[in-house]
């Protein structure tokens, strides 16, 4: 009885596994990265003082030193940015065949699951090593999309991205940017626009999002397996696999990693457990709510993170 609840352990908890051992690993990546920076004698501007910073601005100092926030500090150009890149990808998904929409969607995957893995072994091994194991990373994913290797690569993906970016946005900014995400997220799977596209995605065996198996035999199946490709058209009851979005994950990553650089180790950790608890509050709604219809994770995260990173301000942690 024990060896059969294991193998079939419930998705849930494969998510919440999965969503810590992302977390462990960009602590672990951003507790490094000032170290290597200073190693390496790279320049990377610190987060804008400012609590929110709306658009690209010149600002002086108390000491008078003239300080300037970038377009990639500011919340305005990231939003334009994302839905830009969201609006851009329906046109793509809707107008290219199949065919060669999945040879640029899986370049496109490779690349970024090479440039993540490089960026987190670059902290470490020599410039070399870390080109040629991000490379060998990319291209078995490219000709091998294992679930397994598939959802590792992702871990990394996103871990980068939030430990590059983490340093560039203010806490509060980051905060921001994941509530518009969030009201993005409700509206796109309310109206159907998101599963649309994870169905033309899985179609095409790239789908920026975790798969996670009913069983764990499974976790070897390959991306191309028939029953993955087709997940977004099943019903509930019939999938052997479910998905967790990229985005639930990285954006949450994101706030946690630049409430580090705000705020410290401590500050993070509780945003990294409040987000834990409002992933667990999206599986709560899609089990008594939704009865098991798709429920998207980012809006209850950034409520249970809103009020976490309210609480750290208040305390002054």
Same mark, same amino acid.
């Given at each position: 009885m024990k060896i059969k609840r294991f193998t079939r352990l419930d998705p849930v908890y494969w998510s919440l596994i999965i969503f810590i051992i992302a977390q462990i690993i960009t602590f672990v990546v951003i507790s490094r990265e000032n170290t290597f920076l200073n190693k390496e004698q790279i320049y990377i501007p610190s987060q804008p003082s400012e609590i929110v910073t709306l658009w690209p601005q010149t600002t002086t100092l108390p000491?008078?030193?003239i300080s300037e926030t970038p377009a990639y500090s500011s919340l305005g150009p990231i939003l334009i940015y994302f839905f830009a890149v969201v609006i851009v990808l329906g046109v793509v998904l809707f107008l290219v065949p199949l065919s060669i929409l999945k040879l640029i969607l899986k370049g496109l995957f490779g690349f970024l699951f090479g440039w993540g893995t490089f960026i987190i072994l670059v902290m470490w091994l020599p410039l070399i090593?870390?080109?040629?194991l991000a490379i060998a990373v990319g291209l078995a994913w490219f000709f091998y999309p294992k679930i397994w290797l598939h959802n590792m690569a992702l871990v990394l993906a996103l871990s980068a991205v939030a430990a590059v970016f983490g340093r560039f946005l203010s806490p509060w900014t980051s905060m921001i940017l994941l509530t518009a995400l969030a009201v993005y997220d409700y509206l796109a799977v309310r109206f159907g626009y998101m599963i649309w596209m994870a169905?033309?995605?899985?179609?095409?065996?790239t789908l920026p999002a975790f798969i996670i198996p009913?069983? *764990?035999?499974?976790w070897n199946s390959s991306l191309k397996r028939s029953s993955v490709a087709k997940i977004a058209e099943q019903k509930p009851a019939e999938r052997q696999f479910s998905i967790l979005g990229g985005g639930d994950i990285g954006f949450a990553l994101l706030l946690m990693s630049s409430v580090y650089f705000s705020r410290g180790f401590t500050a993070a950790i509780i945003i990294a457990a409040f987000t834990i608890l409002g992933l667990l509050g999206a599986y709560w709604i899609q089990a008594t709510i939704a009865k098991g219809k798709a429920v998207p994770a980012l809006p209850p995260i950034a409520a249970v993170s809103l009020i976490?990173? *309210?609480?750290?301000?208040?305390?002054?942690?």
């Open positions: 000491s008078g030193q090593a870390a080109i040629i169905k033309k995605m899985s179609d095409s065996n009913r069983s *764990i035999s499974d976490g990173l *309210i609480l750290i301000t208040t305390l002054a942690i």
